[in-house]
């Protein structure tokens, strides 16, 4: 039976694409947020020097070139410029503000796109300027930027209705004997008419630009979003892979060496009434796994190789391994490993020692085996196999409930076994029958090496 079927090949796949998502994109994000804010900051700035320059030349031609006394002079230009004060300080820099914008999920905006600083706006412009217009005609020139002020701070029918209000009024003025700029009744109605137009058009760009502004801006909230749901599921999903990488290392050290321990515990304490050198042989064999165990412990921590191949090469590992097992358990061991092996990846060794370890484990708690062998040969150029046969009690694997056994604390093992071969681009197979033994084979594969000549075997 393959173990090795139904094991999710996505998790490295999910790792990378975790990664990626919370360093590239997050950097990325906050760029992009970055040059959204910049780009906000150029565009008020840019309206504002606008507005001064437009508000200081209607001002100066109401001063230089009109015939209106000096009185009507200063308190046209008061009223003209108190809207225009009042829209640059207050309403202008809510409208790009990201808190008080509209409404992003849906791109429709409000009458007034800063709710009541801009009635305010509008109110003071629908009173200050006809007064001001009234006092001294050349303060017409100021829906030169009280036009585009309507239209930033209003969306685009609400704003186009402000400005035929406004020149309503005017129009109002003109039919009651008023004059703008020294033209007749004509003229000055073709004027009005003509500011109406053209802020009807002029109005639709501010309009097309608002609603794109917008829905960039929805992007970017979504996105924002999106982004820390991803860190937040990346900081889960790297929290769970790390419990899991624990789990798996604490039951391949700690709990194995707790296993022997109490096993030899067990034995050294009925040998202390009759055979007091086996019970201290025993005694040091306990002393020796506590050891080995507070190593690996302190390497797990360290997330470090296993203290059997610290110093070690694959081969002595191993043997070291089988034997030290044989001699706690008492089962009679062959440990039969290729004379040289292929190069390995770090991992791919501690993968293999793993397995070997959990094996030998496993039989000495369950099999009750007499004889174990452990091989790892080159069958092919390009495949390496490590089995691990004994002659126990086996069991029926085709009838394991593999969930109602790791409920029960068992079969945790087989599943780490299968999920490290699998690390290691390979495939773990158990084989057993009730009173014939086990059987676990893995088959790695390996670099072709360029002599293809197979290297002697050692066997012990």
Not at 73 to 91: E, G, N
Not at 255 to 280: F, G, K, N, Y
Not at 285 to 293: H, L
Request: with cysteine.
């Amino acid at each position: 039976m393959k173990i090795t079927e139904g094991i999710n090949r996505e998790n490295q796949q999910q790792d990378q694409l975790s990664m990626n998502l919370n360093g590239d994109c997050g950097d990325g994000q906050l760029d992009a947020t970055a040059r959204t804010d910049a780009q906000r900051q150029r565009l008020h700035n840019t309206w504002n020097w606008y507005f001064i320059v437009e508000a200081g030349c209607v001002v100066g031609a109401n001063c230089f070139f009109s015939t209106a006394s000096m009185t009507y002079k200063l308190v046209s230009s008061f009223l003209i410029l108190l809207p225009c004060l009042f829209f640059m300080i207050l309403v202008l820099p809510r409208v790009y503000d990201k808190s008080e914008r509209f409404d992003r999920q849906t791109a429709d905006q409000p009458v007034s796109k800063t709710g009541p600083y801009g009635w305010i706006f509008a109110l003071l412009t629908l009173a200050c300027l006809p007064m001001g217009a009234w006092l001294d005609g050349t303060a017409i020139l100021a829906q030169l930027f009280i036009v585009p002020q309507l239209f930033i701070a209003f969306s685009y029918l609400p704003a186009l209705g402000l400005v035929g209000v406004l020149n309503i009024a005017y129009l109002a003025m003109v039919l009651a004997g008023k004059r703008f700029l020294g033209t007749d009744l004509t003229g000055n109605l073709m004027l009005m008419i003509l500011v109406v137009v053209f802020s009807a058009m002029i109005g639709k760009s501010f309009n097309v630009l608002a609603l794109t502004n917008g829905h960039n801006q929805m992007l970017l909230d979504k996105m924002e979003s999106q982004q820390e749901t991803i860190r937040r599921l990346s900081r889960a999903e790297g929290a769970s892979i790390e419990r899991e990488r624990v789990a798996n290392e604490m039951h391949d050290t700690i709990a194995q060496s707790l296993t022997s321990i109490l096993a030899l515990a067990r034995v050294a304490h009925e040998e202390l009434i009759d055979d007091i050198p086996a019970a201290q042989k025993h005694l040091e064999m306990i002393a020796s796994t506590s050891k080995g165990s507070l190593d690996d412990t302190r390497r797990m921590i360290a997330d470090s190789v296993p203290a059997d191949l610290d110093g070690r090469d694959l081969k002595t590992a191993l043997e070291r391994t089988v034997h030290a097992a044989a001699a706690k358990t008492g089962f009679q061991s062959q440990c039969q490993i290729q004379r040289t092996l292929p190069p390995l990846p770090k991992q791919t060794e501690v993968n293999l020692l793993r397995i070997v370890q959990e094996s030998l484990t496993n039989i000495s708690k369950h099999a009750n085996a007499k004889h174990v062998q452990v091989s790892l040969l080159l069958k092919r150029p390009e495949l390496l196999e490590l089995q691990i046969k004994d002659d126990g009690c086996g069991f029926d694997i085709q009838n394991l409930d593999f969930q109602e056994m790791e409920k029960a604390g068992h079969g945790y093992g087989l599943r780490d076994m299968a999920k490290r071969a699998q690390d290691a681009g390979g495939r773990c197979t158990v084989t057993s029958v009730p009173g014939q033994g086990t059987s676990i084979t893995v088959n790695i594969p390996v670099e072709r090496p360029s002599n293809t000549t197979r290297p002697d075997k050692e066997e012990r």
